[in-house]
Nanobody, 113 residues
Framework: VQLQAFGGGLVQAGGSLRLSCAAA????????VGWYRQAPGKQREMVAIITSGVTNYADSVKGRFTISRDNAKSTLSLQMNNLKPEDTAVYYCHVNMWGVNYWGKGTRVTVSS
């Protein structure tokens, strides 16, 4: 199983970034998927997930971030708009298939004020 996330970078507050995650070696279409993030000195937290077809977002990103999946391409995306300095973190894509968790290596997002 391979999860490769990309699309992170440095952006000014108010800007946008789109993260993508390519999955290989996994039954992506039947898996629960999501994005998590870990800021310096903090625990990893859920950002957005799609579980059994239902989408949920952390309160801090509602209305600004949109998660989507393309089962035909086995890709997961996170469109991030109106970014804030507090969104600075390493973002990880996550897949849960049959109760087993898989994590990508992460992509860093830095939002300057």
């Amino acid at each position: 199983v391979q999860l490769q996330a990309f699309g992170g970078g440095l952006v000014q507050a108010g800007g946008s970034l789109r993260l993508s995650c390519a999955a290989a070696g996994i039954a992506f279409s039947i898996s629960d998927v999501g994005w998590y993030r870990q800021a310096p000195g903090k625990q990893r937290e859920m950002v957005a997930i799609i579980t059994s077809g239902v989408t949920n977002y952390a309160d801090s990103v509602k209305g600004r971030f949109t998660i989507s999946r393309d089962n035909a391409k086995s890709t997961l995306s996170l469109q991030m708009n109106n970014l804030k300095p507090e969104d600075t973190a390493v973002y990880y894509c996550h897949v849960n298939m049959w109760g087993v968790n898989y994590w990508g290596k992460g992509t860093r997002v830095t939002v300057s004020s």
